[in-house]
C-alpha cells in the first residue's frame, strides 16, 4: 500500500507524525506524490492563528486536488478540535467533513492505524510517550493541551483540553529507558507543568522529577512546554532545587512587564518568576530557554526595556524571540495594536541587546497582522 504523509505544519509539540511515520515506514511504502497515493494522512495540522488554520486549509485542498479518486483521505492535529469561534465566512469543521473521508481527533491516533490495515485493530489509543530514542537522548511527549487561558493562545478559541499519559506508563517508559542506557531525558507537553492533573487532580510533574533522579544511568532531564504559572503556583520549587539531574527548562516568560503579563493573563509577575529561578538554582545550574514576545499589543519601549532587566536576572541560554501575529480570532486582538514598524522596531532592540550579552537569539513569527 502507498502512503503519502503531508508536510510538517505544526509546532514542535505535536507528536501524531512521529506515531504514524514510526508504524508505517517498515510496512508500507511512504511515496512523495500524492498522486500516486492509496492513503493520504495530514497528520500535522496548525491553527494558532487564522492565518495558519487558512494555510492549513489550503494545503489540505492543494494535495487533495492531486489525489487519485479511489485514495483515502485522513486528518488528525490542532485542526480536527471543536472551534468556539468562526473564522470570517469559514466553517472549518463543516469543510473537513466535506472534503476529507476521515477526521480523527488528535489524541485518537490509533484510529489512522486502523483504518489502514487490520493488523492495527486491537491498538488502543492510549496516548503515546516516547517518540524517538537514539544517541542516548530520548523525547517522552507526556501531555497536549493546557487549563491556562493566555490571551493571544488558540485555547481561547479551540476546545483544547489537557492530555496526559497515565503515571504507571510513563514510569515503565522512564524504566525501560534506563533499563537500556539512555542519558538524557527530553520531556516534552503543550504544558509539561500541568501533567497528570487531568486524571489525578494534581500535579504530577514533581514526582516525575523525583522518580528520575533515582535512576542510575539518566543523567540529564530538558523540559520543552513548561510553564511557570503552575511550577511558581503548586509547589514545584523544592522538587526541582533538590533534583540534581534538571538540566534546560524551556519555556514562556513573554515579558518582563507586569502590565504586559496581566493583559496576557500570564499568571505571575516577574518577581515572582525571578524568585523562583533563583530558588531552583540555589543547588545546581539550570539551562534557561525562554519565550519573549515582541510587540504584544499595547507594548511599549518601557516594557522593552523592563523586559530586558528581567531578563540580565533571569540569565537564560537562548531566547525564542517571537514577533506577535495577530489574529481576529484570539483574546489580544481586543487591544490597541502595534504597527508592523513598532514590532520590528521592538524586535531589533531585543536582539541588539541579547545578543550583546551572549545570549543566543531565534527569531520567530512574521510581526504583522493577519486580518
Known amino acids: 500500500m502507498k502512503i503519502f504523509i503531508g508536510q510538517r505544519n505544526a509546532c514542535n509539540l505535536n507528536y501524531q507524525r512521529e506515531i504514524i511515520y514510526g508504524e508505517l515506514q517498515n510496512n508500507h511504502e511512504i511515496v512523495k506524490d500524492p498522486s500516486e497515493a492509496d492513503i493520504i494522512i495530514f497528520p500535522d495540522t496548525c491553527c494558532t492563528t487564522e492565518y495558519h488554520a487558512r494555510f492549513t486549509i489550503w494545503y489540505i485542498n492543494e494535495i487533495l486536488k492531486k489525489k487519485k479518486d479511489t485514495a483515502k483521505t485522513i486528518v488528525t492535529g490542532c485542526i480536527t478540535r471543536h472551534f468556539k469561534r468562526k473564522l470570517d ?3 472549518i469543521e463543516e469543510w473537513l467533513k466535506k472534503k ?20 492495527y485493530k486491537d491498538k488502543e489509543n492510549t496516548f503515546g510517550a516516547l517518540l524517538e530514542s537514539k544517541d542516548n537522548i530520548a523525547r517522552l511527549f507526556i501531555s497536549n493541551g493546557c487549563r491556562n487561558n493566555c490571551s493571544f493562545c488558540k485555547v481561547t478559541y479551540q476546545d483544547y483540553p489537557l492530555r496526559s499519559i497515565e503515571l504507571p506508563i510513563l514510569k515503565e517508559t522512564i524504566d525501560f529507558l534506563d533499563e537500556n542506557g539512555c542519558k538524557k531525558l527530553i520531556i516534552k507537553g503543550t504544558n509539561v507543568s500541568q501533567y497528570g ?4 487532580n494534581d500535579y504530577k510533574l514533581p514526582e516525575v522529577i523525583d522518580y528520575i533522579e533515582k535512576k542510575d544511568n539518566i543523567e540529564a532531564i530538558d523540559f520543552v512546554g513548561f510553564a511557570y504559572k503552575d511550577a511558581i503556583k503548586n509547589d514545584f520549587a523544592e522538587a526541582m532545587r533538590e533534583s540534581s539531574k534538571i538540566d534546560e527548562i524551556g519555556g514562556s516568560l513573554e515579558s518582563g512587564s507586569n ?12 518577581e515572582e518568576i525571578i524568585e523562583f529561578v533563583n530558588e531552583i538554582r540555589k543547588k545546581y545550574p539550570r539551562n534557561l530557554r525562554l519565550n519573549v514576545i515582541s510587540g504584544f499589543p499595547t507594548e511599549t519601549m518601557e516594557d522593552v526595556f523592563i523586559s530586558l532587566e528581567v ?5 537564560p541560554k537562548e531566547i525564542d524571540l517571537c514577533r506577535y501575529t495577530n489574529s481576529k480570532i484570539v483574546d489580544s486582538n481586543k487591544y490597541e495594536q502595534l504597527t508592523p ?11 541588539k541587546v541579547l545578543r550583546k550579552r551572549n545570549v543566543k537569539t531565534n527569531i520567530v513569527g512574521n510581526g504583522y497582522k493577519y486580518n
Not at 197 to 200: F, G
Not at 341 to 351: D, G, L, N, P, V
Open 341 to 351: 514598524e513598532e514590532i520590528q522596531e521592538h524586535t531589533k532592540i531585543y536582539e
Open 100 to 119: 476529507v473521508d476521515y477526521v480523527i481527533p488528535q489524541n485518537n491516533t490509533n484510529d489512522i492505524l486502523k483504518i489502514i490495515s487490520d493488523e
Open 89 to 91: 465566512g469559514y466553517d
Open 197 to 200: 492533573l487531568d486524571l489525578y
Open 311 to 315: 531578563l540580565k536576572k533571569l540569565d
Open 259 to 270: 502590565r504586559i503579563l496581566k493583559l496576557i493573563r500570564k499568571g505571575f509577575t516577574s
